[in-house]
């Protein structure tokens, strides 16, 4: 695993970790059973498993973040109410139109610094009780939050927003696609992270390496709801307990996105310290974001040629996740890489 100049170091997702050894051997000699009839065993380990340590009565296996997102959605909501919901959050800017196109509600956007606004921004936005307005059902928010670099967000910036939003008789979902890098950079158990939302979603195959797979978890009833959408949605899956018994050895994983987080770290301050501008959040986790003077497109492809990939967020920062698959002495080569771009390109920022 160590540093090879022929392999790519792959640092644009924490996606694109492989399964290991033991979670292919896990996977392998998974008990498993018909799970559209509930009679799959490590499917239903998987979900009580999760539900318990999120906090939450029960838990719903699914395929993906976006399921994940969309059930919720649909499980709160009906036709023509209102989806509050930052700007660049994951369900609106990366999911096409889908809490329209499935749930048939209206997305109200919001802004603020970290991927959430503050209660007095949903305060402004939530429109009186009348039938000339949407009906305001949800709020939707995001931890960590992808697109503002991984921002982990604390309980004293969620919680008012959550108070506010039940004070309104709306509903919470939390997005906790990354959740447990949020835990571990704030030191902060899930289970309060994730305490005073109606539900939570998770995803198993982001930095906890699994290959497939994602977690709702919420009160009985919402979960009861969210698999008839999981159906509704094609995502009524057989055997499934060969995924979730990765997905169990992916919730122990939790314990080493610290790593992930102090390789992030060592990054950065190399970056920074060959000159380049760093884009970062308030509280940091296993992402590092750059912003570059030159087309940021230009730079992945130069570095891709240098052995090293990662992507673009708009035109002028790029985006290097760590994950499992990356060592200390990838993040050596890829800030050799990043010193030759330097010298090469005095413009380089
Ligand atoms: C990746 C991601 C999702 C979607 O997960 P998929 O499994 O790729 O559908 C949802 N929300 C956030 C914040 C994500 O980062």
């Not at 970790?17 to 051997?25: H, S, Y």
């Not at 509280?283 to 570095?303: F, Y």
């Given at each position: ?38 009679e ?77 606004f ?66 571990v ?30 977690v ?10 969210s ?10 899956m ?78 002028h ?33």
């Open positions: 695993m160590t540093g090879s100049p022929d392999r790519l170091i792959d640092l644009r997702s924490d996606t694109v970790t492989r399964p290991t050894k033991a979670m292919r051997e896990a996977m392998a000699t998974a008990d498993v059973g018909d799970d559209v009839y509930g799959d065993p490590t499917v239903n380990r998987l979900e009580s498993d999760a539900a318990a340590l999120l906090g939450k009565e029960a838990g719903l296996f699914v395929p993906s973040g976006t399921m994940a997102n969309q059930v919720a959605i649909l499980s709160h909501t009906e036709r023509g109410d209102e989806l509050f919901i930052h700007r660049d959050s994951h369900a609106y800017y990366y999911e096409g139109a889908a809490p329209s196109l499935w749930a048939g509600v209206v997305t109200t956007l919001l802004d603020g610094p970290d991927g959430v503050s209660a007095e921004d949903l305060s402004r936005a939530v429109r009186p009780d009348n039938i000339h307005h949407p009906t305001p059902r949800l709020v939707m928010l995001e931890n960590t939050h992808n697109r503002s670099g991984g921002a982990a967000l604390a309980p004293e910036r969620l919680d008012p927003v959550m108070d506010l939003a039940h004070q309104l008789n709306l509903f919470v979902h939390i997005d906790g696609a990354r959740l447990f890098n949020a835990a950079a704030l030191d902060c158990p899930v289970k309060r992270l994730a305490q005073k939302a109606d539900s939570v979603s998770i995803c198993l195959s982001k930095g906890l390496g699994a290959p497939v797979g994602s709702v978890a919420g009160p009985r009833p919402f979960i009861e709801r698999r008839r959408y999981r159906k509704w949605l094609g995502g009524g057989r055997q499934a307990g060969i995924l979730a018994a990765a997905g169990l050895i992916a919730l122990d994983n939790r314990r080493r996105l610290g790593d992930d987080h102090t390789r992030a770290k060592r990054l950065l301050e190399g970056l920074l310290a060959l000159g380049y501008q760093a884009w970062a959040p308030s509280v940091a986790t296993n992402m590092v974001m750059i912003d570059t003077n030159r087309a940021a497109e230009g730079l992945v492809q130069e570095a891709r040629k240098a052995g090293v990939a990662f992507g673009t967020v708009g035109t920062r790029i985006r290097l996740v760590t994950h499992q698959d990356v060592d200390d002495s990838d993040i050596d080569r890829t800030l050799a890489v990043f010193r030759g771009i330097k010298r090469s390109l005095s413009d380089a920022g």
